[in-house]
C-alpha cells in the first residue's frame, strides 16, 4: 500500500524543500495544499482518512509547515481536532524548520555537554527556532538565559514558555549591544545565536573573549553569519578553546532528524510529532 502525504502549508505555495525531503523519507504520493486555513483543515483532513480502514491508516500521514510559524501550530491544533476514536493518522508541524532546527542545535550541544549542569544562553530568542531552543534546553535540565534586543519581549517569552512547561523558565536578558552581549555571556557554557537571517549578533572578540564558553552554535547561514568568525559550514570545529557549529554543519543533524521523523509517521497512525517529540527521536537516533 502506498504512504500518502497530506500537506497543509500556510504559504501559497507548498515547500518544495519539505515535498521533497518528504518523498525520499518513504512518502510515495504527495498531496500539496499552499495557503491553508484553519476552517479549510477538516475537509481536507477527513478525506484523507475516510478512504481507508482504521488498520491501513498507518499509510497516510500529514505534514504541516510554512514560514509563519504561529499559522503552523494553529493548524497542527486544527488538525488534531478533527480526529476521532481510530480514524486518526500520524501529523508533524515543522513550520519553517524550527522545530528540526532547534532539536539539532540542542542536541549538537549535548554532544559536548551535560546540559543538566550547563548554562545556556539563546541569542535572538524570541523567534521561533529561539523559543523552542530554549524550551527544549530546560527539558533537558540547563538553565538558560533567553536573549532579546528588547528586554520586555524576553520578558513575555520567558513567561509564554514557563506557562507551557508548567516549571520555572527562562532568564530574560537584553542583548542589543556589545556590551550587553558580553554580560550576557558570563557564566555560559553553551551558546546558540538564532536571530534573524544576516544579522551579526556576536563580535568575534567578544566570543573570544568569553571564558567560560565551551560550545558556539550560530543557526544564520546567510552572511554576515550571528557569531562572527564562525564558518556556516563548521561542524565541531575547535576555535579560540571553543566547540564551533555554523548553521550548515548543524544542517546534517537537521535534515537526518527531518527525515526519520517523516519515515516515523509511516509506522503506527497516532503520532503527533512537535518540538520535543521531534527532539526525542532526535536523540534516539544519536544513540
Known amino acids: 500500500m502506498k504512504n500518502l502525504l497530506l500537506q497543509l502549508d500556510t504559504d501559497t505555495q507548498p515547500s518544495t524543500f519539505d515535498s521533497v525531503v518528504a518523498i525520499d523519507s518513504g512518502a510515495d504520493v504527495m498531496f500539496r495544499h ?4 484553519t476552517d479549510q483543515v477538516e475537509g481536507l483532513v477527513h478525506g484523507l482518512i475516510f478512504t481507508r480502514a482504521p488498520s491501513k491508516l498507518k499509510h497516510s500521514a500529514i505534514y504541516v509547515g510554512g514560514s509563519n510559524v504561529d499559522a503552523a501550530e494553529e493548524l497542527l491544533n486544527a488538525v488534531k481536532k478533527t480526529f476521532f476514536g481510530p480514524m486518526r493518522v500520524s501529523v508533524m508541524m515543522d513550520g519553517n524548520g524550527a522545530n528540526t532546527t532547534a532539536a539539532a542545535a540542542v542536541i549538537c ?3 559536548h555537554l551535560d546540559l543538566k549542569a550547563t548554562q545556556a544562553l539563546v ?3 524570541t523567534g521561533p527556532v529561539g523559543q523552542r531552543a530554549a524550551r527544549l534546553l530546560i527539558r533537558a535540565g540547563a538553565s538558560v538565559r533567553l536573549a532579546s534586543r528588547s528586554l520586555d519581549k524576553a520578558q ?3 513567561q509564554q514558555i514557563a506557562e507551557d512547561l508548567q516549571m520555572e523558565g527562562p532568564q530574560p536578558v537584553a542583548a542589543s549591544d556589545p556590551t550587553s552581549v558580553e554580560a550576557a555571556l558570563q557564566g555560559v557554557q553553551l551558546l546558540i545565536a538564532a536571530g534573524a537571517a544576516g544579522v551579526t549578533l556576536v563580535p568575534q572578540a ?5 571564558q ?10 546567510v552572511p554576515p553569519v550571528g557569531l562572527e568568525g564562525v564558518d556556516s559550514f563548521e561542524k565541531a570545529v ?7 557549529y555554523g548553521a550548515i554543519g548543524v544542517g546534517g543533524t537537521k535534515m537526518a532528524i527531518h527525515r526519520a521523523a517523516i519515515e516515523r509517521l509511516f509506522q503506527q497512525n497516532d503520532l503527533v510529532l512537535n518540538a520535543e517529540e ?3 527521536l532526535g536523540t534516539e537516533l544519536e544513540g
Open 109 to 111: 550541544g549535548g554532544r
Open 34 to 37: 499552499g495557503g491553508v486555513t
Open 212 to 221: 567560560d564558553l565551551k560550545v558556539a552554535i550560530d543557526l544564520n547561514a
Open 123 to 125: 541569542l535572538g530568542g
Open 238 to 244: 575547535e576555535k579560540d578553546g571553543q566547540i564551533c
Open 156 to 158: 513575555k517569552a520567558c
Open 206 to 210: 567578544i566570543r573570544q573573549n568569553a
Open 278 to 280: 521531534i527532539y526525542e
